[in-house]
């Protein structure tokens, strides 16, 4: 199921085993799944109703030239969703809406004009490009970035839905979730108000047991570093290849597996043979074989300029794999002392001097990662969707 839906599966499939769930959703290509995944749910004793609406176009309309129809339709789609809805408030006695997604914030649907406490997220979308790493983007992604971030800013400021929802979730009973501390905060800032801070995505149930430290054949044993993602200019891959080529002795230890594609593969892997660093490139790989890097690695690097949260971070912690990240967006709060290390966002030549200064680190005082690789797998278990579903549940309980 792609990860939008995932995200509202993920969090509905445990709510459903702890209150009676009505489920509005789309009538799209994982209505299959969301069927057979509701009669499961009903087998062990769950009371769910689904409901499913026509949206009119893709589900993957946003990732190509259909971006703009997709929202178009969305929109109407949710006006769908509000007819439906005040039919089944008339039906049932229906104790609270919750808008669980599209996560970003530019599309809040209609529920809250339903008069029922009102409970919406979590809600990202509202995540800028650092203007400091501009530089690190071509001219392409550059001006997308910026009018992304102008018609953001637009959306947020001057849009009246997003006003209005919001403030429905003020309203006795409701409740605002947002996917970051730092979006809640924005929000808080422009309406004031109350919010909750529960990521966007989470881990899967795994024991939060500690990680057996990174097997070392030596002292002169390679540090081993995994990047699993996209390959595009919005996870300046190249930032991390620079920073490995100024550490000392680099080609004897360090070694970079890089697990994914995109479009500029072909750059970073050409800008890593200029730069002699030792990087397997190997292109997205079945889930299993995934796995095994995160076992056989010791360090997991992530170096995402514009994403909210993603779930590879979680399967790294999950896995007992200490984190490298950016300390912005919902890495902030996810990554800690105890399971990671946070680059501070500032010019790209100060990163980059940065994570030399901590790889170098790493190299010569492989015992802090063991410390940290101890923490990884019970700060994921955390986040579980167990545990996130938990905590939306206590939003709920009061209304019941």
């Known amino acids: 199921m792609g990860s939008e839906h995932a995200v509202g599966w993920n969090l509905v499939s445990q709510l ?4 009676n769930i009505i489920l509005v959703t789309q009538d799209n290509e994982y209505r299959a799944s969301i069927e057979a995944g509701i009669e499961q749910l009903k087998a062990d004793g769950c009371n769910v109703l689904a409901y499913f609406v026509r949206h009119g176009t893709s589900t993957d309309g946003r990732k190509n030239d259909l971006r703009l129809f997709y929202y178009l339709t969305y929109i109407a789609y949710q006006w ?72 953001t800013w637009l959306q947020f400021h001057l849009s009246p839905r997003v006003r209005l929802a919001y403030k429905a979730t003020q309203r ?20 004031g ?46 930032m991390l290849l620079d920073a490995i080529a100024a550490v000392p002795r680099h080609a004897s230890r360090l070694r970079l597996t890089v697990v994914g594609d995109g479009d500029s593969r072909a750059r970073f892997e050409a ?20 796995l095994t890097h995160f076992h056989n690695s010791d360090l997991f690097v992530l170096l995402s300029i514009s994403d909210l949260t993603t779930n590879v971070v979680f399967e790294a912690l999950g896995n007992g794999l200490p984190v490298l990240c950016l300390d912005h967006h919902g890495y902030s709060g996810i990554v800690t002392e105890a399971c990671g290390i946070k680059v501070r966002v500032s010019d790209p030549n100060t990163m980059r001097q940065d994570i030399t200064r901590i790889l170098d680190e790493l190299c010569s005082r492989p015992e802090v990662l063991t410390r940290l690789a101890k923490d990884a797998a019970p700060r994921a278990a ?8 938990s905590a939306i549940s206590e939003l709920y309980a009061p209304l019941l």
Request: hydrophobic share 45%.
């Open 80 to 151: 769908r969703v509000y007819q439906l809805a005040k039919r089944l408030v008339s039906q049932h006695e229906i104790a609270a809406v919750h808008h669980l997604n599209i996560v970003g914030f530019r599309e809040p649907g209609f529920l809250w004009m339903l008069g029922l406490p009102f409970i919406w997220g979590p809600v990202g979308g509202l995540v800028y490009t650092p203007w400091r790493l501009y530089a690190e983007l071509p001219a392409k992604t550059k001006l997308f970035q910026t009018l992304r971030a102008v018609i």
């Open 382 to 389: 955390q986040f579980s969707w167990k545990q996130n579903a």
């Open 172 to 191: 006795p009973g409701g409740a605002f979730i947002a996917a970051t501390a730092d979006i809640g905060a924005r929000f808080q800032r422009r309406w």
């Open 193 to 238: 108000g109350r919010c909750l801070w529960i990521p966007e995505t989470g881990s899967h149930d795994a024991p939060a047991e500690p990680r057996d430290p990174p097997i070392r054949r030596g002292t002169g044993e390679a540090l081993r570093l995994l990047w699993v993602g996209a390959l595009i200019d919005r996870k300046p891959l190249n």
């Open 16 to 19: 459903a085993r702890v209150h």
């Open 271 to 290: 800008h890593a043979r200029q730069l002699g660093v030792r990087a397997d490139f190997l292109g997205w790989r079945p889930h299993e074989e995934t």
